[in-house]
């Protein structure tokens, strides 16, 4: 309870403090904002006190100072000419809005991030689909950051600084030290804000959109994201055209195509694992991205009210220089929170502020909103994201994305590799491009500076990465992609096939995207077993933090994932793809499992405290129990003896 009501506090300032400086915005707004800047505070507050007392509760405590003074600051600074929006029957009709898409959207959200986040069964914890491979990262972070120093480090490869995107999780962290447990550490943050994603999304649309009906639908392009995929399922139904590895999504006829959708690993036509046979590649938002991957959720559920500010403001003859200076607060704020939604968000800003100043608008406040960003950006950026950035991978040339893999030539045609993917809403969109008007040029002006960047350059690595910034721009150009299917839905009035063309453009247009999402809520892996579990409870409560075990690279690690112990070396899986070569250290691990006597140095060069032998150490490393046996002290033993914990003697750091 006392992180609720932590939350619940940081929440009321924001809300008081949006409340202060923009009382122009309507209450539903204010709401919303207030909700975001105060769980905004609840991430960064704490971690700014932590490079001072590590990440204590001291810090927690300390940071309600932080919040107090910039409380206060902003009552200094308030508003006081213009008079508070009231409730009306404009607020009225946009929380039925909420209630009819945002609501059932979120309940959605709030039943994957339980079914997904290690949820308990027989003594085991099972995810989903979409989080077996990403969340024992995530889980590593939030429990290795309990009372550690700031700056962190990877607890997956130790020494090293963090420089992943780490807030969303310390926020978890945050919850888990005021004693929610460690599964629902992660579903009450997940849960809200997905709430606030869903909600200032529609916000957002209503805003810009000129009817409601267009808001409603450019949410749901957006969140039933999908594309033509589902096609290759209804191809030739009677014919098995596939097999397991091989044209899976095809494999059997009729119903059995439907089944492997909602049973199969990835067959799902919307992010396909074969992915050199059907090129599917536009996962939907909310099961392959909102669900596993934490960061881009956090990022977006700042990022949203950072895009409504900033429009909204550039809207108004005589810019609101409080609106701005809070947009530069909050922006400034996202690289530790999700780097690819800062660069989004800088992209569309410049492209709006040439905009400004081609049309000879003011634009004063819009560089006071670029300065305070930058100001408090650029420490995040050169003590963190630059230093691990500059590898081998980062920031190279790439055109048009996945589907010129490796660069080495397009596997689709261009256009044909969009339409596949997005469907008819890209369609709809190169049509309305052909149309003049000038509220949907600004907003795309914004929205292509980010995909014109995508196209040409990948940020990172992982090539597929590059869709964190490409879902911001089809977020952009949805509201007018909707206006513009409604503008072809009023052509159409004295049809009496138009429901018919209603319909089929719903099932092309949701279909994919809704089959993605229906796998999700069927899907269920173990992630941890019960000895898995065991372990990690013997590692957190009888081995001091800090300590670090020789372990095996698997992901899956209850060392790192559930105790928050550091392990020597983490997987590829994640580690690659933030930069790293791990090729020296996983050599020295196997060579010392295979012959400790002889390389009793890596437990010196690691500073190793505990020695695992498990599942994936006895099966992939084949150790020498015996000479483990001779020199290393039991200290942990499961009555399977799937597990044994060797003691390393004479280390400084070794727990009890």
Not at 382 to 396: H, I, V, Y
Not at 426 to 452: D, S, T, V
């Amino acid at each position: 309870m006392i992180g609720i009501a932590f939350l619940t506090l940081c929440v009321a300032c924001g809300w008081q403090c949006v409340t202060w400086l923009l009382p122009g915005q309507r209450p539903l707004y204010r709401l919303w904002l207030g909700v975001a800047l105060g769980l905004l505070l609840m991430m960064w507050l704490p971690a700014l006190m932590a490079f001072a007392v590590g990440f204590t509760i001291t810090a927690h405590a300390l940071s309600l100072l932080l919040l107090a003074a910039m409380t206060g600051g902003c009552w200094w600074a308030r508003d006081r000419v213009t008079r508070r929006s009231r409730w009306d029957d404009t607020e009225i009709a946009t929380l039925r809005l909420l209630l009819l898409v945002a609501l059932p959207l979120t309940l959605l959200g709030a039943y994957l991030q339980w079914t997904h986040n290690i949820r308990p069964q027989d003594g085991a914890l099972y995810v989903g689909q979409s989080t077996y491979g990403d969340l024992p990262l995530h889980l590593g972070i939030v429990t290795s950051l309990q009372n550690a120093p700031f700056p962190p480090e990877y607890s997956i490869l130790p020494g090293t600084r963090l420089a992943y995107p780490f807030l969303v999780d310390s926020l978890s962290t945050s919850f888990l030290m005021m004693g929610l447990p460690l599964n629902w550490s992660l579903i009450v943050p997940g849960t809200i804000m997905m709430g606030l994603v869903f909600a200032g999304f529609v916000l957002f649309a209503r805003r810009v959109a000129d009817r409601p009906r267009a808001a409603v639908l450019a949410t749901l392009l957006v969140f039933l994201n999908g594309g033509l995929g589902f096609l290759y399922s209804f191809d030739m139904l009677g014919v098995n055209l596939g097999a397991p590895g091989s044209n899976q999504m095809q494999m059997g006829t009729w119903l059995d195509r439907l089944g492997t959708i909602l049973n199969g690993w990835y067959q799902t036509p919307v992010n396909h694992s074969e992915f050199s046979t059907y090129n599917l590649r536009w996962s939907n938002i909310i099961a392959d991205m909102f669900v596993p991957q934490r960061t881009f959720l956090g990022g977006w559920t700042i990022l949203i009210p950072c895009l409504y500010l900033l429009w909204d403001g550039m809207q108004a003859d005589k810019p609101n220089v409080r609106q701005f200076a809070l947009l530069g607060v909050m922006a400034g704020g996202l690289p530790l929170l999700h780097t690819h939604s800062f660069l989004a968000l800088g992209l569309a800003s410049a492209a709006w502020l040439a905009w400004t100043l081609v049309k000879r608008r003011p634009y004063k406040a819009f560089l006071l909103y670029g300065a305070i960003a930058v100001l408090l950006a650029a420490p995040q950026l050169f003590a963190f994201t630059f230093g691990q950035s500059s590898g081998e991978g980062f920031l190279r040339f790439q055109f048009n994305w996945v589907n010129n893999a490796a660069g080495e030539g397009l596997r689709d045609g261009y256009l044909w590799f969009y339409l596949k993917n997005i469907g008819l809403p890209f369609l709809l969109l190169l049509l309305l491009m052909l149309e003049k008007n000038a509220k949907h040029r600004q907003l795309l002006l914004g929205a292509f500076a980010i995909f014109i960047v995508a196209e040409f350059i990948v940020f990172q690595p992982n090539e597929y990465d590059n869709n964190k910034l490409f879902y911001v721009w089809f977020a952009l150009c949805a509201v007018p992609v909707a206006e513009y299917a409604f503008v072809l839905w009023d052509k159409l009035k004295g049809l009496r096939a138009r429901y018919v063309v209603a319909v089929l453009a719903s099932v092309v247009f949701f279909l994919s995207g809704t089959l993605s999402i229906a796998r999700e809520t069927v899907s269920n892996y173990q992630l941890f077993s019960r000895q898995d579990v065991q372990v990690a409870d013997f590692a957190r409560e009888k081995t001091a933090p800090g300590s670090t075990f020789l372990t095996w690279t698997q992901h899956n690690n209850p060392i790192s994932a559930l105790a928050g112990r550091n392990i020597v070396c983490g997987p590829d899986l994640w580690l690659y793809f933030h930069g790293f070569d791990l090729t020296p250290r996983k050599q020295d691990i196997r060579a010392f499992y295979q012959d400790p006597a002889a390389n009793k140095a890596v437990l010196d060069q690691y500073q190793v405290d505990y020695i695992l032998v498990g599942p994936y150490e006895g099966g992939d490393l084949k150790p020498d129990m015996r000479a483990l046996y001779a020199d290393y002290a039991v200290v942990y033993g499961d009555e399977t003896q799937d597990y044994v914990v060797f003691r390393v003697p004479e280390k400084a750091a070794g727990g009890a």
